[in-house]
């Protein structure tokens, strides 16, 4: 079962979306994709990455994307329309620990991935082991997520550690793991794969960056998302939540604000039979 923290609102598919814009080219160079593969993505969400997989892949490869949420699918086909690629993956409604394959599908991919969908979930084992049913022998299992203890906001603004604190809680309360990243070599190696590589994904950025701007305001939004959790759940007061996202607002115009992050990133391959 899957406790989304942030909701589906328009707001948040808009965070969701530039959040893709610029991870995706990170994600895509450690994924090293050859062409040619059968690619299976757990939780698509907006599909913007498996589209950008599916180009990888190239023409001779295929990729499916399993998607619980109607609305993210909804959002998903109408991108690949929008840019004309609506026949560049299949995108279908789905479970992750009851994915929607056809039983001569499992054990075909090549590579399985997913990303920020572990964090979300009762029982991550659970989905992991799905994932590497799903692979071929030999195939790759890709798991991509946050460990949020890895976050530094420098200077660090006022209220910040108890509001990144209550964020995480809220996460807890939810039968979820904000530290989900630091156990996902353990999670291959416990659903029988054969841990191979891990390594980060840097995500942050500095005043005076670019993109400094899209990287402070999703940290912004993705605290915000989960408002009602946080205060409603007695985890922070209201007046304390929204003391400190003024204060996160006056850092991040600040001209030696930093923001440090990572996604944690770990690579198995699947049991040969």
Partial sequence: MTQYIHGTCAEEQKRLSLLNEILNEGSLRELALRGGERILDVGSGLG??????????????????????EDQLEQARRFAKEAWEEGLVEFRKGDACAMPLDKEEWGTFDVVHT?????????????????????????????????HDVLRAYPEPSGFGPLWTAYNR????????????????????????????????????????????TYSRNLMGVIVSARSVIVDGGLLSAEGFDCAMDALERWRKRGDAALWYAVCWAEGRAPNV
């Fill in 48 to 69: 913007q990455f498996t589209r950008k997989m599916a180009r990888a892949a190239g023409s001779g490869g295929s990729v499916i994307g399993i998607e619980r949420s």
């Fill in 170 to 213: 809220a996460f807890d309360r939810l039968g979820n793991d904000p530290w989900v990243g630091r156990r996902l070599v353990s999670l291959l190696k416990e659903a029988d794969a054969e841990p191979a590589r891990n390594t980060w994904v840097f995500f942050g950025s500095c005043a005076g960056h670019a993109e400094f701007d």
């Fill in 115 to 147: 990303r920020f969908l572990l964090e979300h979930v009762t029982d991550p084992l659970a989905v992991v082991r799905t994932m590497v049913r799903a692979a071929r022998p030999g195939g790759r299992i890709i798991l991509e997520d946050d460990d």
